[in-house]
């Protein structure tokens, strides 16, 4: 038995369509009737017909040929003639030259099939691959976008938080201010408070002589009464 695949032109695709269907050796097509392949999807008459006259001859046989018609009785005395031995040797190699022919051309057939899927197939990966491209060339601009908005933001907000700690600088600034000229306030205060206490510290100092030196006066003026 000789699988199927190794028929000629048979490629992949069609070895399993046939062997979904039964036909799974080059034998099988031989025995199956024209009607039988057709029935399968994806094979015309055509097509049936070139697969039966390859595995026909990768088999060694031969398409049959019509039966020739009986010849009629000579005349009297006269013996049947059969055809010449040459004359059917050359009806043979017509017919396997004619099937040869056919099965070159199914080749073509099946290889020229074989390119129009290649190219299609070719055709559908590149534009794949160029709607690919097209969405990651999007997608990246967008990210782009996306990236210089967040940078913007962070800017932004950069720039707010250095004026906030500007003004919070100089509130704090004025603040210290306030208390130093509250605290020079108190300061002075309590200098003049000194002051103030030293001189009459000093008042009273200076009253203390007077009143002791008129009691002395007193003192002498009652002896010289006496006296």
């Known amino acids: 038995m000789t699988d199927i695949i190794e028929l000629s032109g048979v490629g992949p695709a069609l070895a399993k369509t046939l062997k979904d269907h039964g036909v799974r050796t080059v034998e099988a097509v031989v025995a199956a ?10 094979i015309g008459a055509a097509r049936a017909m070139r697969l039966k006259q390859v595995a026909e001859i990768s088999k060694g046989g031969a398409v049959a040929t ?10 009297a005395g006269v013996g049947k003639k059969n055809l010449p031995s040459k004359s059917k040797a050359k009806s043979a190699v017509k017919t396997q030259t004619s099937k040869v022919k056919e099965a070159a051309t199914s ?6 099939e074989a390119l129009s899927t290649a ?23 967008k990210s782009v976008r996306k990236a210089e908005a967040l940078m913007e ?7 707010k938080a250095r004026t906030k700690a500007k003004k919070m600088k100089a509130d704090a600034r004025r603040a210290i201010e306030r208390e130093k000229a509250k605290a020079q306030t108190i300061l002075d205060d309590l200098a003049q408070k000194s002051k103030d206490m030293d001189k009459e510290k000093t008042k009273e100092k200076d009253k203390k002589p007077k009143a002791s030196s008129k009691s002395s006066d007193k003192k002498k003026a009652k002896k010289a009464g006496k006296s």
């Open 66 to 75: 019509p039966v020739a018609a009986p010849v009629k009785p000579a005349a």
């Open 153 to 159: 933001e962070v800017a932004k907000a950069k720039e």
């Open 33 to 42: 009737s024209l009607e039988d392949l057709k029935a399968i999807p994806g």
């Open 119 to 141: 190219l299609a197939a070719a055709e559908a990966a590149r534009e794949a691959a160029e709607q690919k491209a097209a969405k990651a060339k999007a997608k990246a601009k």
């Open 107 to 112: 080749q073509a057939s099946e290889a020229e």
